[in-house]
């Protein structure tokens, strides 16, 4: 007997991962819906791909201001950075295109290039057509979160989308959203368009999953080396227009947490432009899901990717709220694809397990953060027996030599069997260095037993130093 599975989003990376997984199986008929145009997913259009092209650009300013070595500072093109990206992230496009579109060419695929909708349980309303379903699987990726704040539906506002597309920019901006979105781009802002910016962060420090020292460093780094006016520990109130056409953002200064609160002194900040980096959300919107019994919010989707109130639809990647970042959506896309088969054998699904892996470009991808695996103070909260060692850049010359001489990481090893437990870095080049500790973390590596390999000094310097410290700390 076939299994139809109708697959909504087939063009992004969750979607394309289930569809490739469930095409080889020939009791399996499958359905490919996206509306896309040109197509292509979230990631290759409009997120890590885009913007790590435009940041390129404004590394090598950047890296050319700090270097004494140099003389004079480089403007950047903006008209040929958004050329590039344009024509680079289309050839991208173009090939995920490409691979849906191969697997159409199969007898048991079928792609329409339409938008759909639910009519009830497992009815998608495609085009004119009715297509009926043994599994829904919901890939529609994640939309710009837009906060509830007075006045700022009058007022104009640029989105992380309209920064990779901007050729100009004004002289100033407020920032509200200081997460990986921010980190990113408010470097780009500073270096690349040269703008004056002031960021909103409600806390004491930004990226939340870091230990404090990282934390504290990366607030160091955007205040000294970008010149960027962080005011912390500070909320937003309403927003209006100004005469001249630009915004004044109330806040109030002092408070720690979310908006709304009432102590702590108001101010207001103005500027030409400004731009909301306040994360994502899934894109669930238009789907019809009111005519089912999907209830999207906190829990609707189970870590096996099976939705909470109907046991035949799966929402992998960006649309379940979970974890919107690429290789998840991959991930839980191959695990999907798993889900489906074995739900439809009466078998025990598999839930998705991951560990910890985020890289973060914050400072243009120069100092870029990385955690891999858990943290110390995950670790202090859970009252368990570790080792903690900590090296800061300067302590290897080679970071000096690169004119990149700030920034720190941390090595977190069981202390009873050595267990290497978790890695963070904020340093010049952190984030090709994700890999090699993603590989010691998962394959639960004992710290004295890393080899320890004399080669060329480079910046992986500081990871000798972290293994020798730790395992001194062991014996």
């Known amino acids: 007997m076939t299994t139809h599975?109708?697959?909504?989003?087939?063009?992004?990376?969750?979607?394309?991962?289930?569809?490739?997984?469930?095409?080889?199986?020939?009791?399996?008929?499958?359905?490919?819906?996206?509306?896309?145009?040109?197509?292509?997913?979230?990631?290759?259009l409009r997120g890590c791909m885009p913007s790590k092209e435009v940041l390129s650009a404004g590394k090598h300013r950047f890296q050319a201001r700090h270097d004494d070595r140099i003389e004079g500072v480089p403007q950047v093109d903006l008209e040929s950075v958004v050329a590039t990206k344009d024509d680079h992230i289309e050839n991208f496009a173009q090939h995920r295109r490409a691979?849906?579109?191969?697997?159409?060419?199969?007898?048991?695929?079928?792609?329409?290039?339409?938008?759909?909708?639910?009519?009830?349980?497992r009815t998608v309303a495609v085009g004119d057509r009715e297509i009926e379903a043994d599994y829904v699987v919901v890939a529609t990726g994640s939309s710009t979160n837009v906060p509830d704040l007075n006045g700022l539906d009058e007022v104009d506002y640029a989105t992380s989308a309209d920064v990779l597309d901007a050729t100009e920019f004004p002289d100033s901006g407020v920032v509200m959203g200081f997460g990986y979105v921010g980190l990113e781009l408010v470097p780009y802002l500073v270096e690349a368009a040269e703008m004056d910016i002031t960021v909103i962060e409600h806390d004491d420090y930004p990226l939340d999953e870091a230990d404090e020292a990282f934390r504290s460093a990366i607030l160091d780094i955007y205040r000294e080396e970008f010149d960027v006016d962080v005011l912390t520990n500070t909320s937003e109130q309403s927003v209006e227009e100004t005469a001249d056409g630009g915004v004044r953002l109330h806040v109030r200064r002092g408070v720690s947490g979310e908006r709304g609160v009432s102590d702590g002194r108001r101010e207001a900040v103005?500027?030409?432009?400004?731009?909301?980096?306040?994360?994502?959300?899934?894109?669930?919107?238009?789907?019809?899901?009111?005519?089912?019994?999907?209830?999207?919010?906190?829990?609707?989707?189970?870590?096996?990717?099976?939705?909470?109130?109907?046991?035949?639809?799966?929402?992998?990647?960006?649309?379940?709220?979970?974890?919107?970042?690429?290789?998840?959506?991959?991930?839980?896309?191959?695990?999907?694809?798993?889900?489906?088969?074995?739900?439809?054998?009466?078998?025990?699904?598999?839930?998705?397990?991951?560990?910890?892996?985020?890289?973060?470009?914050?400072?243009?991808?120069?100092y870029p953060f990385v955690r891999v695996g858990t943290s110390e103070e995950a670790l202090a909260a859970e009252d368990r027996d570790y080792v903690a060692v900590?090296?800061?850049?300067?302590?290897?010359?080679?970071?000096?030599?690169?004119?990149?001489?700030?920034?720190?990481?941390?090595?977190?090893?069981?202390?009873e069997d050595g267990t290497v437990l978790g890695y963070q870095g904020l340093h010049y080049h952190a984030d090709v260095m994700a890999k090699t500790m993603q590989v010691v973390v998962e394959t639960g590596m004992d710290v004295r037993e890393i080899p320890d390999r004399a080669y060329h000094p480079t910046t992986p310097e500081i990871l000798d130093g972290l293994i020798r410290d730790a395992s001194e700390r062991l014996d």
């Open 5 to 44: 599975v109708v697959v909504v989003g087939a063009y992004g990376s969750a979607g394309v991962a289930v569809a490739q997984e469930l095409a080889d199986e020939e009791d399996v008929r499958l359905t490919l819906v996206d509306d896309g145009e040109p197509g292509g997913g979230l990631c290759i």
């Open 99 to 121: 691979a849906v579109h191969a697997l159409a060419e199969r007898e048991n695929v079928e792609f329409l290039h339409r938008t759909a909708r639910f009519v009830d349980d």
């Open 270 to 366: 103005e500027a030409d432009e400004l731009f909301l980096f306040t994360g994502r959300r899934p894109a669930v919107d238009g789907l019809g899901l009111e005519t089912t019994p999907l209830a999207p919010g906190a829990g609707w989707v189970a870590d096996t990717m099976q939705t909470r109130d109907d046991e035949r639809v799966f929402v992998p990647g960006d649309a379940n709220g979970h974890e919107p970042i690429l290789h998840v959506a991959k991930e839980q896309g191959f695990l999907t694809a798993e889900n489906v088969l074995r739900h439809r054998d009466g078998e025990e699904l598999n839930p998705y397990r991951n560990t910890h892996h985020h890289v973060v470009f914050s400072g243009l991808g120069v």
């Open 390 to 415: 900590t090296r800061e850049a300067s302590d290897d010359g080679v970071f000096a030599t690169k004119a990149v001489p700030r920034g720190l990481a941390k090595l977190v090893v069981d202390a």
